[in-house]
């Protein structure tokens, strides 16, 4: 090994003195930068195979979608009469709304979203198959609880919630007419408010009277209000479809001509069945059994029945002229 001449501890092989200084690190930067930049590059180009990946999984995501989509639109389709008689009762159009599944994000993972599409499509099938087989049970069984509630004096407001109607149908299917009768007095009392404003706003030209009428209930003037009830009931079936409730036509209310006119909507026909068929209110002198002790418009008006004037014939003659000013309104603005 060479000693340097002016400094002998010092080997020549370290003797930098006549080094440039930066001649190699300025090589590596350029090395190292052409690196990164062919990394980058490289990253670039993954990344655009990754995004190229994600919208073809997507594409077929969204055409493996499509029957399910479908399926939904045509059950919102044919559920489209109920939102329009009972345009209130959103607990139960949400109810039918069909499952919205997000998106997953496929440049995280891939995978997962193959084993979601396999999954929900053995989620849906059953479960769309269950909510038509409950849709198809709907207009019959609201047909039943309907006529049975008529068939005790009493009749449906929209406002009222499905699940409260079927145990109204329950309890009266049952014998537990009393039970039934209670909860339809409260119920009806908490709403004369409301029920009042509505008649008012459909039938602007009735204001007087129906004011008068709800005035008398609330005095407790009940032989005062209910005449005046059943008088308005016909006056707004006739105002709104041209038929009369009270007159018959082939032992029918003249309104049943109007229901079955649209009998081939169910659900329609079916919220409209109490005015298809005789129930007490209507009955004639020979369609009323023996001890007959319900509310009767025949009756009340021409003078045959002396002990009608009560708070529940009352609140039942508001739940008549209630359901009829909906339901009708609803029908006419929805044909």
């Known amino acids: 090994m060479k000693r340097m001449q002016k400094d002998q501890d010092m080997l020549e092989e370290y003797d930098f003195s006549k080094g440039v200084m ?28 990754w995004q190229e990946t994600a919208e073809c999984m997507q594409e077929a995501f969204r055409k493996s979608m499509q029957p399910i989509i479908e399926a939904r639109n045509a059950l919102q389709k044919s559920f489209e009469p109920i939102l329009a008689e009972q345009e209130r ?74 699940p409260g109607l079927w145990e109204l149908k329950r309890a009266l299917s049952e014998g537990n007419v009393e039970e039934a009768e209670e909860v339809l007095v409260e119920y009806f009392d908490s709403r004369l408010d409301a029920i009042e404003s509505s008649i008012i706003y459909f039938f602007p030209k009735r204001e007087k009277i129906i004011r008068a009428a709800f005035s008398a209930h609330r005095k407790q003037e009940y032989e005062l209000s209910i005449p005046v009830l059943l008088a308005q009931t016909d006056g707004i079936c006739h105002e709104t479809v041209r038929e009369y409730f009270f007159m018959k036509q082939n032992r029918k209310p003249r309104t049943a001509i109007y229901v079955e006119q649209i009998a081939a909507d169910t659900y329609r026909a079916a919220l409209l069945s109490p005015l298809a068929q005789t129930l007490p209110i209507g009955a004639s002198e020979y369609e009323r059994p023996t001890g007959f002790d319900e509310l009767n418009r025949h009756m009340v008006l021409h003078g045959e029945s002396l002990d009608y004037g009560t708070k529940i014939n009352s609140l039942k003659a508001i739940s008549l002229i209630n359901y009829v000013a909906h339901v009708l309104t609803l029908q006419k603005e929805n044909p």
């Open 22 to 49: 930066g001649k190699y690190s300025k090589k590596y930067e350029e090395g190292a930068l052409e690196k990164k930049e062919a990394v980058i590059e490289a990253i670039n180009a993954h990344l655009k195979k």
């Open 89 to 162: 009762w959103k607990k139960l159009a949400e109810s039918i709304q069909m499952p919205k599944y997000t998106l997953p994000n496929f440049s995280h993972l891939t995978k997962p979203v193959f084993e979601f599409l396999k999954s929900i499509q053995g989620l849906i099938s059953p479960a769309f198959e269950q909510l038509q087989k409950s849709f198809r049970k709907l207009p019959p069984s609201t047909r039943e609880a309907l006529l049975l509630l008529g068939a005790h004096g009493w009749y449906l407001d929209l406002e009222m919630p499905l």
